[in-house]
């Protein structure tokens, strides 16, 4: 009983923050940059911050960084991309949310940095993707705890519906425990040829930040597709596709490819059907991050 009254309270939640909300049609918020203070000099101001004081589901994040994430949500702004009618009002399943500048170049060329320096020991031979663990080094695995804690301040804050109906709060984000994806929080790195077939990140939100811009490759993209499968009907479907019938040319098209400028977050949730599409010269390095929040439950003695 308990239970269902509080998951009819929790849909009453989300449809009250609905009311008015930005989330049911493609809208732009606009920009507060009241302050105008840029995340590179957020940045600086970080590094001189104290000593961690407060953990971050697994991660040591330092006050100042803790505030600067809190400070640095309030400059940004997000347009949501359905990719088809929901199925009822606030199912975000179905949309891609992009927030311009959420990581600053900076945090881009740290991440490049820190992959490119690490990414000799993941690397097989001739192979075009690359994917490089944040775990492997501490500068890389410094910036994703920024990166998170920056996102699950803007979730409370920007998209309180969101996080409510993904992780069931829209409070205390932080203090949940996280899991990630196999392999992941990581930075991709597609050379000439590397792609990601289609598939879905099967998390709660999966998060991309292209790491450069658009100009320092050719190909590549996300592609996004509205439906459960991109295979041409006349394909036999199962849910292992084989190699041959996963061949590009027995895909249908993508209904989207999305080639934002560097430091946009892209989100999306686990169900969404996307790809890395191949790059034809140039290297597109990529932030990922496909993650599950579940309740930190703290056993107790009697
Ligand atoms: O390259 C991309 O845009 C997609 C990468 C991706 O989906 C992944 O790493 O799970
Ligand atoms: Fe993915």
């Known amino acids: 009983m308990d239970t269902l009254l509080d998951s009819r309270d929790r849909f009453r939640h989300i449809m009250a923050n609905l009311q008015g909300s930005r989330l049911i049609s493609e809208v732009d918020q606009a920009v507060s940059r009241a302050s105008g203070t840029l995340p590179a000099e957020q940045m600086a101001a970080e590094e001189r911050g104290g000593v961690a004081s407060r953990s971050l589901a697994h991660h040591q994040v330092s006050p100042a960084d803790a505030a600067a994430a809190r400070a640095a949500t309030g400059r940004l702004t997000w347009k949501e991309l ?40 993941y690397e097989g031979k001739g192979q075009s993707l690359v994917r490089v663990p944040v775990a492997s080094n501490s500068a890389a695995r410094r910036l994703h705890s920024r990166l998170l804690e920056r996102l699950l301040s803007f979730l409370e804050s920007e998209m309180p519906a ?105 989100l999306f949730g686990g169900a969404v059907l996307h790809a890395g599409l191949p790059v034809t010269w140039g290297t597109r390095p990529l932030f990922v991050m496909s993650f599950t929040l579940r309740p930190c439950f703290v056993s107790r003695e009697d």
């Not at 069931?168 to 790195?189: C, F, H, K, R, W």
């Open 82 to 121: 359905p990719l088809h009618e929901p199925l009822f009002d606030g199912a975000f399943g179905c949309s891609v949310f992009q927030v311009p500048t959420f990581a600053s170049e900076a945090e881009c060329e740290g991440l490049i940095a820190a992959a490119v320096k690490f990414a000799a020991l």
């Open 162 to 266: 969101l996080a409510l109906s993904l992780f069931g709060q829209d409070t205390e984000l932080a203090s949940m425990n996280v899991s990630y994806s196999a392999g992941e929080p990581a930075v991709n790195i597609y050379k000439s040829g590397g792609e990601f077939k289609p598939h879905t990140d099967n998390e709660h939100l999966s998060l991309l930040i292209p790491l450069d811009g658009p100009g320092a490759f050719g190909g590549g993209g996300t592609a996004f597709w509205r439906t459960a499968t991109h295979i041409k009907p006349d394909v036999p479907y199962n849910m292992l596709l084989t190699p041959e019938q996963n061949e590009r040319n027995r895909w249908t098209p993508p209904d989207h490819c999305l080639k934002p400028a560097l430091g946009t977050a892209l």
